[in-house]
């Protein structure tokens, strides 16, 4: 038992199913991030678990209750949308305390807790006025602000902050990562951003196509992706994906593949598993994040399992603090991050250093990991 | 080359310009010609208009005509001026008017906001409201007000304009209605706002430009109302317009032309006035649709 738990919870428009046996459970405390592309259902799982929309079938509870058709004011649950939603007739002041003025809070009590919420997020200067005098990050605390000032058991966000220009949703990612803990609040997230994913969550659930693809903690996420999808959606440049066969020799497990020369290329599994064994001789793709794919001086020293492979640079595109450089290993285009300094240039052959130990592999008719 | 092309253009445009204002003021003046005439004529005694001086500015300045007109002109059988019938349309287009905007609003936010089956379907039935010819609806009409015990009264006034309003007020606030930001009904609902806390507190406050719209399209349409005024309430419970009518069609006695004028000004004032002081709103209120929209 969570703290929320959405239980087999599906949704239909009609005959269409947009949303299948989404099965998540929440402690108190967390910070869950559902992330995916556009249209996969996570505004639709979220407005389920807000009571803005019914749930066609399965179960939500928050503390062990049965939310399925209580109304969204009764669920003890705010909600921050991308449009900020703020009532344009009405202060800022009355914004905030709008809810608490519905759920027949006294006023001496609102006035309290308005003062404190706007002390909390400093926009105590902005209280008497109007949302549309209001600068995009100013509008988005004070929707926030009406957010915390009910106490809510259960905080629902859906993408708020992809209205803003990109240095202020940095700042405002990093507020509200401090919100949450400094207050030890229980956040569901949604973005399809999955660098804000990555930085925000304790636990992400990637959704394509009306499923969770995976449930996990930013770092399994990101290391053993469950499959090609979450993979590649991931992390960004995103992972490099290699054809390949297993060859097996003795207690050693290789993928060969070839340089962009033609020439063999073996690379040793670290720890491979009998179930990458069994495929002894078949084609498979290995998942080469750009970090693993770097030069000799600026591999992982602590890996045990580098493979060094020389390959001609085709593209250099330096980022300052690294430099993303391109090359071709076993017919596909890969991306490699060096060190900012590293001695690279188009079209000069360089070694990569390959960390084994990160390699995953996949089934590329099933789409699921081996290893 | 480029530059004295420009240049001619302004120049033309001067001419341009100076031929368009002469057009504009002589349509002006063509359109204010009649009110001319009747604002002359209601304030000469009616020898000067027997007497063929219709275009002429009054020898004799009187404001006799529109005393008359108000308060002692002879209406079907009484001597009681206009002025009870003032009051009559006054509390027919008031009720009419406030009753078929609120729940026009209403209309539009239940079709936009709490959508359901077949409201579209619903909705394009109400329109029909716009489009029917009041002939139609007259002898069912009848009927039901007969039914309803209303025959005759201004309360039957005011249920016929308000039936036959809600066509267009449900029109005006639904498609403003449509481009409100549905989140924020959702935020309110979050907030623990009823269905009608919603619609005082979040949508009509900002509905200001659609309801003056709304206003003024229905003000000036009741009050300028004939047919179901002259069908529905006789006698006494007559409307202005119907009054106007029986005066100047009184078979007895002289035609007094100056007091006729007066009348007809009289019941032309009140939409005047709602235009006058509301109607830089309604064009503003008609952008703001139709850009949003
Ligand atoms: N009212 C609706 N009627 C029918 N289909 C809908 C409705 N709302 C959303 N959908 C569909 O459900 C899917 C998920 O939508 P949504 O949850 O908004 O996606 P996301 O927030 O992940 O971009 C989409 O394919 C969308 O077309
Ligand atoms: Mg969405």
Known sequence: MGFLDIDNATKSYGSV?????????????????????????????????????????????????????????????????????????????????????????????????????????????????????????????????????????????????????????????????????????????????????????????????????????PKEIYDTPANLFVA?????????????????????????????????ISLAFFEPSAGLKSYEGQAVTLGIRPESLTDVEGADQRSTHVEQVKNTVTVTEPAGSDTFVTTTIGGAECVGRMRADADVAAGRETTFAINMEKAVVFDPKTEARIL | MAVSSTDTAIRTGRVTRTLIYLVLVLFALFYLLPLYVMMVNSL??????????????????????????????QIGVEPTGLRPYFWNSISMVVPAVAISTILGALNGYVLTKWRFRFDTILFGLMLFACFIPFQIVLI???????????????????????????????????????VFPTELVRAAQIDGASFFQIFWRILLPSSGPIAVV????????????????????????????????????????????????????????????????????????????????
């Open chain 1, 232 to 264: 590649t959606f991931m992390g960004s440049p995103s992972m490099n994906l290699i054809d390949a066969n297993v060859r097996v020799d003795g207690n050693a497990v290789y993928a060969d593949t070839h340089d962009d020369k033609g020439g063999e």
């Open chain 2, 44 to 73: 000469k005694p009616l020898p000067e208009i027997t007497g063929g001086g219709m275009m002429s500015l009054p020898q004799i300045w009187t404001i006799e005509p529109w005393l008359k007109a108000w308060s002692t002109a």
């Open chain 1, 17 to 217: 199913e947009v949303l299948h046996k989404v099965d998540i459970s929440v402690q108190e405390g967390e910070f869950l991030v559902l992330v995916g592309p556009s249209g996969c259902g996570k505004s639709t799982l979220l407005n389920m678990i807000a009571g803005l929309e019914d749930i066609t079938s399965g179960e939500i509870r928050i503390k062990d209750a049965v939310m399925n058709g209580v109304h969204p004011s009764n669920r003890n649950i705010a909600m921050v949308f991308q449009s900020y939603a703020l009532y344009p007739n009405m202060t800022v002041g009355q914004n905030i305390t709008f809810g608490l003025e519905m759920h027949g809070v006294p006023k001496p009590e609102r006035d309290k807790a308005m003062a404190d919420v706007a002390k909390l997020l400093q926009i105590e200067l902005l209280l008497e006025r109007k949302p549309g005098q209001l600068s995009g990050g100013q509008r988005q605390r004070v929707a926030m602000g009406r957010a915390l000032v009910r106490n809510p058991d259960v905080f629902l966000f859906d993408e708020p902050l992809s209205n803003l220009d990109a240095k202020l949703r940095v700042d405002m990612r990093t507020e509200i990562k401090k919100l949450h803990q400094n207050l030890g609040t229980t956040i569901v997230y949604v973005t399809h951003d999955q660098i804000e994913a990555m930085t925000l969550s304790t636990r992400i659930a990637v959704m394509n196509g009306g499923y969770v693809q995976q449930l996990g903690t």
């Open chain 2, 140 to 178: 069912p009409m009848a009927a039901v007000l007969g039914f309803l015990g209303l025959a005759g009264s201004t309360a039957g006034l005011v249920l016929v304009h308000v039936v036959y309003g809600l066509g267009f007020s449900t029109l005006y606030f639904r498609n403003y209605y449509a």
């Open chain 2, 214 to 293: 709304c206003v003024i399209w229905q003000f000036t349409n009741i009050w300028n109302d004939f047919l179901f005024g002259a069908s529905f309430a006789s006698g006494e419970g007559a409307p202005m317009t119907v009054a106007l009518n029986n005066l100047v069609q009184s078979s007895t006695g002289v035609k007094e032309y100056n007091v006729h004028f007066a009348g007809a000004i009289l019941a032309a004032l009140p939409t005047l006035l709602v235009y006058i002081v509301a109607g830089r709103y309604f064009v503003r209120g008609l952008m703001a649709g139709s850009v949003k929209g």
